[in-house]
Nanobody, 127 residues
Framework: QVQLVESGGGLVQAGGSLRLSCVGSGRTFSTSTMAWFRQAPGKEREFVAVIRSTDNRIDYEDFVKGRFTISRDNAKNAVYLQMNWLQAEDTAVYFC????????????????????WGPGTQVTVSS
């Protein structure tokens, strides 16, 4: 298990950028596969992006490809989400999550496979 805390959310105009950070504690952070999810009001939590530690393999949900970039710095126990060209539809609470390094990539989009979650950070995009 890891403890996770997100930061970097806020209010931004459409077309703007934000960089979210997630800092973890616990000795398994550096080996965990880390993901970002988001949840908009009245909607289910949805997968955004993921990065695996062993080979830095990355995957994105289609609606953020070309706009969002996930990265990690294991020396700092941190994972980041650079969000560019934000749109009103990106408004949500953003969560980082950790899963075991052996979790199959076919399941990365499923929230149930993640064992640790941060409390979330609010991102609001005004149109």
């Amino acid at each position: 298990q890891v403890q996770l805390v997100e930061s970097g959310g806020g209010l931004v105009q459409a077309g703007g950028s934000l960089r979210l950070s997630c800092v973890g504690s616990g000795r398994t952070f550096s080996t965990s596969t880390m993901a970002w999810f988001r949840q908009a009001p009245g909607k289910e939590r949805e997968f955004v992006a993921v990065i695996r530690s062993t080979d830095n393999r990355i995957d994105y949900e289609d609606f953020v490809k070309g706009r969002f970039t996930i990265s990690r710095d294991n020396a700092k126990n941190a994972v980041y989400l650079q969000m560019n060209w934000l749109q009103a539809e990106d408004t949500a609470v953003y969560f980082c999550a950790a899963t075991h390094p052996t979790t199959s990539s076919v399941n990365w989009h499923i929230s149930d496979v993640y064992h640790s979650w941060g409390p979330g950070t609010q991102v609001t995009v005004s149109s």
